[in-house]
């Protein structure tokens, strides 16, 4: 942990909400990316950021500097990505008003071919199950290692290579028609 890192850590578990501040102003960029790369909405990344700093600055104590201050951070907002997740799964799900259209049901079962690579990186990553979206985006988006992985969603190594390799299966089979995964024969 870098030592600008740890003193601001030390002061804000002292209370000094500037200390706090220029913490979240240090981790800023990376949080709202992974908020934005877990949830594919802005408003619901926004308010998942805001979620996870509040937690942060609420429970800053009870953080003992075992894990670098990033790493508790990537916890707390994986942890509340899934509870959302868990909670959205546990509501009935109604008729969708005409204000809010659900992303999923937008993309067509037969999306045309010619489909940009990523769009349909997109669509592939909005069918997989939360547990493998969430281990895929962290190394592919964010470039973890699985021992960091591994440590943010309190899951085993071996259990985080299992989601990896199942989400990229799946990509694998959604991506066969374009020339960029196909196997040379």
Not at 113 to 127: A, E, G, W
Request: proline letters at 4%.
């Amino acid at each position: 942990m870098k030592p600008e890192v740890q003193h601001l850590i030390l002061d804000a578990k002292t209370g000094n909400t500037e200390a706090f501040h220029a913490l979240v102003a240090y981790h800023d960029e990376k949080m709202m990316t992974l908020a934005l790369e877990l949830t594919r909405h802005q408003q619901d990344a926004e308010d998942l950021y805001q979620e996870v700093f509040l937690k942060a600055y609420r429970y800053i104590g009870a953080f003992r500097m075992e894990s670098s201050f990033y790493t508790w951070l990537y916890r707390i907002m994986v942890n509340s990505f899934l509870n959302h997740q868990r909670k959205k799964e546990n509501i009935k799900i109604q008729e969708p008003s005409g204000d809010s259209p659900n992303l999923i049901d937008s993309i067509p079962a037969d999306a045309p071919k010619n489909t940009d690579v990523s769009d349909q990186i997109n669509r592939i990553l909005c069918t997989l199950p939360k547990q493998q979206k969430t281990v895929f985006i962290l190394k592919h988006f964010q470039g973890l290692k699985i021992r960091e992985i591994s440590d943010i969603m309190d899951i085993s190594s071996g259990t985080i290579k299992k989601y990896l390799f199942r989400a990229m299966e799946k990509m694998r089979a959604g991506l066969k028609d374009y020339q960029y995964t196909r196997n040379p024969s």
